[in-house]
């Protein structure tokens, strides 16, 4: 019997609970199958009932060896399997354009890291990683890093040779980790390719980012004999709360459900996606970003304005207040609208209209988008600039100064600039520019316009 079907009989009896929630599923709603670890409904943290049956299941559906559920989405995971497989002291190697969760599970971890320099384009994205990348960086270091953690696909769908990848990797030794944060739906259709399950020592994936799941339910999925599934257990328990919500499990649960039956799902979706796509031919000035599918995504919708007279920023805006259509990301120069198997007909149709009305108003132009790949020095390990005694200084004097800070622009979250490196004029301009742009930039003040640095 699944989770879902479990904690609704659960809800459905006579018994009376003398224990937590303080609900006592007396209010309505999800409070009805919000349970904690009671008989009958097993403990995310020591599986062996119901919750064991359904990582079974998830690992099957998906083609893994073993998968554990997260409640704490894919943030939990990279911090678990980065701190699993990996010592104070060794070496890892990862995307400089990596989530900031993997750079806090270096840090926290004490690793020392080196960082592969993935391809940007002029638009301001970041492609994947190539298995030069890899390699040319992996061979920078004196030693054979521990692990090599990459992002694939990254926000905006770009896909890396994952197999390549991982056939270098195991021979030399190594780990290899893919935040697949933006992969779930990967693999249950051929149009939707790219899955790391099975290629990968570890995979993490956000089943709420792409599926029909909860914020914040995700998986992580084990292949392999590379990989100690008792320090997996054991950190999970550091970073993964000790009270799991039976809602975002029992979301899990449902979306497993789905996904077990989702064919014709998968089929509608993609002929919604080849109709849209037909729209790019009828844009004079807006363009889709498209390529193979098996180097991007298709399911993520890439609409650059870099030729036109407004930013992605703007374009957000106007989506937003004039058509009701609320986009995942805006940038410099591009808006990213993400779509899943459960988008309609009709919000495809209207995404169309409005790109269309909104083109036809547009001249032709250029955006300047700020170089974000920035040259960077680093003079220490991130744990060594986040091990206190760092103060706050207007970022007028920064220039020079070892940040103690993560600044990122948020989404996707990917740095501009890391604590222990020096921060340099050009980092200062981006994050200007970023703000002048209307582009949400965090790890520092910017009302006051003050970052931390190492005292």
């Known amino acids: 019997m699944s989770l879902k079907k479990t904690l609704e009989n659960y809800s459905k009896s006579n018994m009376y609970p003398f224990h937590m929630p303080g609900h006592k599923r007396q209010m309505d709603g999800v409070c009805k199958i919000d349970m904690t670890e009671v008989d009958g409904v097993d403990d995310l943290h020591d599986a062996n009932g119901v919750i064991d049956e359904e990582q079974r299941r998830m690992a099957k559906l998906f083609g893994a060896d073993e998968s554990r559920i997260l409640v704490g989405g894919s943030t939990v995971g990279n911090l678990a399997s980065i701190y699993a497989c990996c010592n104070e002291g060794d070496y890892i190697v990862i995307q400089r354009n990596s989530h900031k969760s993997v750079y806090n599970a270096v840090m926290l971890r004490h690793l020392k890291c080196e960082y592969i320099e993935a391809e940007l384009l002029e638009n301001g994205i970041f492609k994947a990683v190539t298995m030069e990348q890899v390699k040319s960086t992996v061979e920078k270091v004196d030693v054979i890093p521990k692990a090599v953690v990459i992002t694939s696909p990254t926000y905006e769908g770009f896909h890396a040779p994952i197999k390549e990848i991982s056939e270098y990797c195991h021979d030399k030794g190594i780990i290899l980790i893919v935040d697949q944060a933006h992969g779930a739906h990967l693999g249950f259709n051929d149009e939707f390719k790219g899955s790391a399950v099975g290629l990968a020592d570890i995979t993490i994936q956000s089943l709420h980012k792409t599926l029909p799941s909860l914020t914040q339910t995700a998986a992580m999925h084990i292949t392999g004999n590379r990989i100690n599934s008792g320090r997996v257990s054991a950190a999970l ?55 193979e599918i098996e180097k991007k995504d298709p399911g993520k919708l890439v609409i650059s304005t870099e030729n036109t007279d407004i930013t992605g920023v703007e374009l957000a805006k106007i989506l937003r207040e004039k058509y009701e259509l609320e986009t995942e990301l805006s940038s410099f120069a591009y808006v990213l609208a993400m779509t899943s198997i459960m988008d309609t007909k009709e919000g495809f149709a209207r995404l169309k209209i409005a790109l269309k009305e909104i083109d036809d108003t547009l001249t032709a132009g250029h955006i300047d988008v700020p170089n974000l790949k920035l040259n960077y020095k680093k003079v220490m390990e991130t ?29 996707p979250g990917a740095p501009i600039i890391v604590p222990g490196e020096e921060i340099s004029q050009e980092a200062i301009m981006v994050i200007h520019e970023a703000k002048a742009k209307g582009l949400h930039v965090t790890g520092m003040d910017m009302e006051r316009e003050t970052i931390s640095v190492v005292n």
């Open 237 to 291: 328990d550091i970073f993964e709360t000790s009270s799991p919500s039976y809602v975002l499990m029992n979301s899990i649960s449902n979306c497993l459900d789905i996904m077990e039956n989702s064919r014709e799902l998968f089929s509608d979706y993609v002929d919604n996606l080849h109709d849209f796509y037909a729209t790019s031919g009828e844009l004079k000035y807006l363009k889709l970003m498209t390529d």
């Open 383 to 411: 744990f060594r600039a986040k091990a206190g005694g760092e103060k706050e200084i207007p970022l007028a004097q920064a220039e020079g100064k070892v940040s103690s800070a993560m600044v990122c622009l948020y989404p």
